[in-house]
């Protein structure tokens, strides 16, 4: 019963002074594979569309867009890098107004995804990811405001089938990002 007077606050104080935003950031990717020797850095492009007050909370449904110029999961006898990440996540957004020019925020969420591989077996590998980000927003007029933060990402691959045997891989991600969002 408790969860649900919760829920239900939440869910009323989000209808109370929320407004529909949309975003576009783009920031640089660091992963570092937990079993493996491997590492990639690359550029991060995110679009998303989040409904919610500024200086309270709000839900965020994003699209990622990540180059990928490393050969972690194709095939070694192969000449093609694995494919670009793109991913879909879900967040919940709380932000602090403590009377000062910007409005620090904390985010956590989870997605999924998919990238192209050349293997024998397999053309694409699925993954699931948890993300917490910390940040703020800097208002630059009643519609517009400006986001910095930094996101960690722990981020688990499908198993990858190697004939013998059946392996799966996990990382952790260091994203550092700006972004614009315009609020209606």
Same mark, same amino acid.
């Given at each position: 019963?408790?969860?649900? %007077? ?47 007050? %500024? ?16 050969? %972690?999961?194709?095939? =070694? ?26 409005? =620090? ?33 800097? =208002? ?22 190697? %004939? ?21």
């Amino acid at each position: 019963m408790k969860k649900t %007077i919760l829920f239900l606050l939440l869910i009323s104080s989000l209808y109370a002074q929320g407004r529909v935003y949309l975003g576009v950031s783009g920031g640089l990717y660091n992963e570092t594979f937990t079993t493996l020797e491997a590492s990639n850095s690359s550029t991060m492009a995110t679009l998303k569309i989040g409904y919610g007050d %500024i200086k309270s909370y709000a839900v965020e449904f994003s699209l990622d867009y990540a180059t990928n110029s490393s050969k %972690i999961f194709s095939a =070694p006898n192969t000449n093609s890098n694995d494919g670009n990440k793109y991913g879909f996540n879900v967040s919940l957004l709380k932000s602090f107004d403590w009377d000062i020019y910007i409005l =620090p925020f904390i985010r956590v969420g989870f997605g999924s995804g998919f990238l192209d591989i050349d293997r024998r077996l397999q053309q694409n590998l699925s993954y699931g990811s948890f993300q917490g980000s910390l940040g703020s927003f800097v =208002p630059l007029s009643d519609a517009f405001d400006l986001e910095l933060g930094y996101e960690i990402r722990s981020t688990s691959y499908e198993g990858i089938d190697t %004939i013998t045997q059946k392996t799966s891989e996990s990382s952790l991600s260091n994203i550092a990002y700006i972004g614009v969002n315009y609020r209606f």
